[in-house]
């Protein structure tokens, strides 16, 4: 039985950590019969759904991924098997009990309906050390690096603890040079890539460093640290993580978490920092001469047109200054604490300002 892997280029970075797990894997941009893996986060949910379920072909669905790891009973309405957090262990048994026609019960991790239509939830599996497992296979799908995985802060929008844990895991730095000798240009992926090394609360510079040194002494790569696929949180920006940024790194921008302008929004949502925290980091970032290129999220539920009027203040001073802006609407995840809230209405006065930035280039995203 062929195990295809849905191609997207949405979901590579999934399937190139997964790919070297499996054996006799091929790529495939349309259901093929065989075993079918998917990775999928919310936005892609509804097409991605109505695909399989218009497939005619002699398929085994499985599904992993944020959303589905989310909502795994919605899930399970299209697909046959659903891949529940981190898939390292628990894709390739599935798949080998599958193959060997075993007891599916037996693998932790999963989602699945019984004979008679009843969800059935496994045990579920322990937290993976990255140093046990590739980042990619370089013959098959290559990917940024994942130097770190899970966030202890608990944001209500994001599904990144509920995934991964609160507990901060990091790849030793001789396995990241290992995979960083597949790129020129070295991208990495971490919720907070200047808690490399930490808790993800206190900032372990000394180990950020040290992984910056050694990428340096590689030799002809260029490093983007603190950019997407990453970003980093305002307090973590200090003088001595930008001046390292400047010492080692290629890029001149970092990305930057703020969300809101308002106190009352940053404590509700649990972010963990202050408004105030976002300007200093702002104005630090100017001082070493990087620009900050800072996310904000409109549409908090019972967030005020006052408050959005706060963001909307905080935005207008970082691209005074010369920063850039990313606006996004709240889109509530499966298995957050948002994932069934209402999201409030962006104000017609947001709206048009906003518009007027994006105009001049200064804002990106979609705010509606």
Same mark, same amino acid.
């Given at each position: 039985m062929d195990?295809?892997?849905?191609?997207?280029?949405?979901?590579?970075?999934?399937?190139?950590?997964?790919?070297p797990?499996?054996?006799?894997?091929?790529?495939?941009k349309?259901p093929?019969?065989?075993?079918?893996?998917?990775?999928?986060?919310?936005r892609?949910a509804?097409s991605?759904?109505?695909?399989?379920?218009?497939?005619?072909?002699?398929?085994?669905?499985?599904?992993?991924?944020p959303?589905?790891? =989310?909502?795994p009973e919605g899930?399970?309405?299209?697909?046959?098997?659903?891949?529940?957090g981190?898939?390292?262990?628990?894709?390739?048994?599935?798949?080998?009990?599958?193959? =060997?026609?075993?007891?599916?019960?037996?693998?932790?991790?999963?989602?699945?309906?019984?004979?008679?239509?009843?969800?059935?939830?496994?045990?579920?599996?322990?937290?993976?050390?990255?140093?046990?497992?590739?980042?990619?296979?370089?013959h098959l799908?290559?990917?940024p690096?994942?130097?770190?995985? =899970?966030?202890? #802060?608990?944001?209500?929008y994001?599904?990144?603890s509920?995934?991964?844990?609160?507990?901060?895991?990091?790849?030793s730095? =001789?396995?990241?040079?290992?995979?960083a000798q597949?790129?020129k240009?070295?991208?990495?992926?971490?919720?907070?890539s200047?808690?490399?090394?930490g808790?993800?609360?206190?900032?372990?510079?000394?180990?950020?460093?040290k992984?910056?040194?050694?990428?340096?002494?590689?030799?002809?790569?260029?490093?983007?640290?603190?950019?997407?696929?990453s970003?980093?949180?305002?307090?973590?920006v200090?003088?001595?993580?930008?001046e390292?940024?400047?010492?080692?790194?290629?890029?001149?921008?970092?990305?930057?978490?703020a969300?809101?302008?308002?106190?009352?929004?940053?404590?509700?949502?649990?972010?963990?920092?202050?408004?105030?925290?976002?300007?200093?980091?702002?104005?630090r970032?100017?001082?070493h001469?990087?620009?900050?290129t800072?996310?904000?999220?409109?549409g908090?539920?019972?967030?005020t047109e006052?408050?959005?009027?706060?963001?909307l203040?905080l935005i207008? #001073?970082i691209?005074?200054?010369?920063?850039?802006?990313?606006?996004?609407y709240?889109?509530p995840?499966?298995?957050?604490?948002?994932?069934?809230?209402?999201?409030?209405?962006?104000?017609?006065?947001?709206?048009?300002e906003?518009?007027?930035?994006?105009?001049?280039?200064k804002?990106?995203?979609s #705010?509606?």
């Amino acid at each position: 039985m062929d195990i295809c892997l849905r191609w997207k280029r949405k979901n590579a970075f999934s399937l190139a950590a997964l790919a070297p797990l499996l054996p006799r894997t091929r790529r495939v941009k349309a259901p093929a019969d065989g075993i079918m893996i998917y990775s999928l986060v919310t936005r892609q949910a509804a097409s991605v759904f109505r695909e399989v379920q218009n497939a005619t072909t002699d398929s085994i669905f499985i599904a992993g991924g944020p959303h589905p790891s =989310g909502d795994p009973e919605g899930t399970l309405r299209y697909f046959d098997y659903v891949v529940i957090g981190e898939g390292e262990v628990t894709l390739p048994e599935l798949v080998k009990v599958l193959l =060997g026609g075993g007891d599916v019960s037996r693998v932790n991790g999963i989602a699945y309906r019984d004979n008679n239509g009843k969800v059935v939830r496994t045990p579920k599996r322990e937290p993976i050390e990255l140093d046990d497992f590739p980042c990619f296979d370089p013959h098959l799908i290559k990917a940024p690096i994942e130097i770190s995985r =899970g966030c202890p #802060w608990k944001c209500k929008y994001c599904q990144i603890s509920q995934m991964f844990g609160s507990k901060v895991r990091h790849r030793s730095i =001789g396995s990241i040079v290992k995979y960083a000798q597949h790129y020129k240009d070295l991208r990495f992926v971490s919720s907070n890539s200047f808690s490399y090394g930490g808790d993800g609360i206190h900032p372990r510079f000394d180990k950020v460093e040290k992984l910056l040194e050694a990428l340096y002494a590689i030799g002809n790569k260029d490093i983007y640290f603190g950019t997407f696929p990453s970003e980093v949180r305002p307090e973590f920006v200090t003088d001595e993580s930008l001046e390292m940024v400047n010492k080692y790194c290629t890029n001149d921008r970092i990305s930057l978490g703020a969300q809101s302008g308002s106190e009352r929004v940053l404590r509700e949502i649990c972010r963990g920092h202050t408004v105030r925290d976002v300007e200093i980091a702002v104005e630090r970032c100017f001082e070493h001469s990087i620009t900050p290129t800072v996310d904000f999220i409109l549409g908090f539920p019972d967030e005020t047109e006052e408050e959005q009027e706060m963001s909307l203040e905080l935005i207008k #001073w970082i691209c005074g200054k010369g920063g850039e802006v990313r606006a996004h609407y709240l889109e509530p995840l499966p298995g957050t604490p948002y994932a069934h809230v209402l999201p409030s209405k962006v104000s017609e006065k947001v709206n048009s300002e906003l518009g007027k930035l994006a105009l001049k280039g200064k804002v990106t995203g979609s #705010w509606e």
